[in-house]
């Protein structure tokens, strides 16, 4: 119920960006659950899912993250990859350069764990207070935050 009425509280372009950004969460999660990384990947790349909007009011990329992590909290399950991977989708509608990381760490006690997180100018934009502890892998294809060739595959 608080929800619902923190809900009511909003702008109506804030409702609109939540329920915007709910629906990918739910895509992206579902995809993922169903689909191959690499799948997801070409999905989340396609033009013809989400264009680029060329004319209005800029997205506000605060907002958007906001909206991201909110909605995140909703859907059982959606953990980093999702929330980086829809956030990524989701700065299509932007002109704001960002790529999707993928890192790995090691625990005290030896376990190995992965996070996922966006990063934007150097800065990462969502999955940030993790950050520092995770070793990066090599870029995820089409990074445009990727510094040096790495051949293909």
């Known amino acids: 119920m608080r929800r619902l009425l923190a ?3 909003l702008s109506t372009g804030d409702k609109c960006l939540l ?3 709910g629906l990918a969460v739910s ?3 579902l995809a993922l659950s169903l689909l191959s990384w690499r799948d997801v990947q070409g999905l989340l790349e396609c033009p013809r ?3 680029r909007s ?3 009011d800029p997205l506000d990329i605060d907002r958007l993250v906001w909206a991201v992590e909110h909605a995140s909290s909703l859907v059982p399950g959606a953990r980093c990859l999702t929330r980086a991977a829809t956030l990524q989708f989701l700065l299509r509608h932007t002109s704001e350069p960002s790529c999707l990381r ?3 760490a090691k625990d005290p006690d030896g376990r190995f764990s992965a996070h996922a997180w966006v990063e934007s100018r150097g800065k990462p934009l969502i999955g940030k207070t993790q950050v520092t ?3 990066p892998l090599l870029p995820v294809r089409s990074d445009p935050c990727r510094t040096s060739p790495v051949p293909p595959a």
């Open 7 to 9: 809900f009511a509280r």
């Open 19 to 21: 329920l915007h950004a």
């Open 49 to 51: 899912i989400l264009k």
């Open 27 to 29: 895509m992206v999660h």
């Open 133 to 135: 502890a995770f070793k």
């Open 102 to 104: 993928i890192g790995v």
């Open 54 to 56: 060329s004319a209005g």
